[in-house]
């Protein structure tokens, strides 16, 4: 195998060794590479060590390296080794890169955009799985793509992609890649929404004419990439996709999950996707009627007589929320959290659709600016006392209906460890007050 060749006895920095970067280390050192490795959390480096991984400050070793992978969490411009890392930029390379040069002969479709990756992954799955491939769902969706192992040739690799990964990606490449969607996010590192849409668009970079990519022909970010392959800038065969591209078997489809205007948008992309690789539209319905959502995407949690409770904590931006906000009535709103660097509300068009807001976290102030003078809203402080607050207004409407929604338009990391314990947090408590919310 040429990588074996390729990467035998090198000298291979690691810098950022959290999953992403123990799976890379552990595949190199099976490669027979010199792994050198670093990261700058002492926990970390106490855990890597554990695991008897090399630790060292290499950047300070009389050593040429001859190539340096970068997790996706390190951000150049930020980092304690930028002028290192600058000095050596040719030789950067991402977990993406290895694994392809490892799996050249798989093939792989890459989804990554704003919202809804990991359902479009999941609906792709689904439908593979129907129509009897073998299928693998891998990157931020589950484990690191390093860590798999025994990839065969018939296997198809659905990876949900990051623009953190792609970003300083140079080598990767993918049968089917897409972007879904494009809204303001990850700007406190790619500076505007621009550059964010050009880090996306490196999915198409290295692909060629047997290849196919997909881009939602609605999403205004995204119009200047049909330009650039106009001026065949990018050389795949460029699939548009919106709402429309799967109207022939949405009315076909008898579940209910596919009634919000965001899981069509999936929907869309998901039978492009699988209709390249000539699946018969009754077997995609018979798919698409079995699909269940993901856990915190709008999941229902609770449905009796008149109420209604939404576990939506994935929802880490308002542009996430505004699906939510969009899809259902008389609407008791948990947000806050940590915001979006320059996140924008807009409410106008959904501010009908909201009784109350019920603000969290340790932001407050900010989340109080972006709703002020638009809907009604309390400070809670914490989801504990936003449901206490929420069935207690509940109690005062006579009419006793409608919608409690978490869907916090903001990360997790000020009160919870992940969206999916804030999004457990908040099962737990209504589970905990369903006599009280039952009335």
């Not at 106009?230 to 709402?243: A, G």
């Not at 003078?373 to 006579?398: G, H, Q, V």
């Amino acid at each position: 195998m040429v990588f074996l060749n390729r990467f035998k006895e090198k000298n291979i920095a690691i810098y950022g060794m959290g999953l992403t970067g123990q799976s890379s280390a552990k595949k190199l050192i099976a490669m027979g590479a010199n792994v050198f490795c670093w990261d700058d959390d002492k926990k970390t480096r106490k855990r890597s060590r554990e695991l008897k991984f090399k630790i060292n400050k290499f950047w300070l070793e009389k050593k040429e390296f001859d190539n340096i992978i970068l997790s996706p969490g390190i951000d150049i411009e930020k980092c304690s080794i930028k002028r290192f890392l600058k000095k050596n930029s040719k030789k950067i390379l991402t977990d993406l890169d290895l694994f392809f040069e490892i799996n050249k002969d798989v093939d792989t479709i890459s989804i990554t955009g704003t919202n809804g990756k990991s359902t479009t992954c999941k609906l792709v799955e689904k439908i593979l799985k129907f129509a009897n491939y073998s299928v693998i769902t891998a990157g931020n969706i589950g484990k690191p793509i390093l860590s798999l192992t025994n990839i065969k040739k018939n296997k198809i690799l659905i990876l949900e992609v990051s623009s953190y990964q792609l970003q300083y990606s140079k080598l990767f490449r993918s049968k089917h890649a897409a972007i879904l969607n494009i809204s303001p996010d990850h700007l406190e590192r790619h500076k505007n929404i621009k550059n964010y849409t050009i880090v996306k668009s490196k999915i198409f970079s290295s692909q060629n004419n047997l290849d196919y990519s997909y881009i939602n022909s609605t999403n205004k970010h995204l119009k200047f990439l049909k330009k650039l392959f106009k001026n065949k800038k990018f050389k795949s065969k460029l699939n548009l996709v919106s709402e429309s591209s799967c109207k022939s078997i949405l009315e076909k489809i008898n579940n209910n999950y596919f009634k919000s205007k965001g899981n069509i948008e999936n929907l869309a992309f998901a039978y492009k996707i699988c209709k390249n690789f000539k699946i018969k539209n009754h077997i995609i319905i018979k798919a698409l009627n079995k699909f269940k959502g993901l856990p915190h995407r709008q999941e229902k949690v609770f449905s009796k007589k008149k109420i209604l409770c939404i576990n939506d904590s994935k929802a880490t931006s308002f542009d996430a929320s505004l699906q939510s906000l969009s899809n259902y009535n008389k609407i008791y709103w948990i947000l806050g959290g940590v915001p979006k660097y320059n996140d924008y509300f807009g409410l106008e068009n959904v501010k009908k659709n909201i009784v109350k807001a019920y603000i969290i976290g340790k932001n407050i102030s900010f989340f109080e600016k972006k709703i002020n003078k638009t809907i009604p809203f309390l400070k809670s402080y914490s989801m504990k006392n936003a449901i206490n607050s929420i069935i207690r207004d509940l109690k005062e409407n006579k009419k006793l209906n409608g919608t409690i929604l978490l869907s916090p338009a903001g990360a997790s990391f000020d009160q919870f460890k992940n969206f999916e314990n804030r999004g457990n947090y908040f099962k737990k408590l209504i589970k905990k007050n369903l006599k009280k919310i039952n009335v």
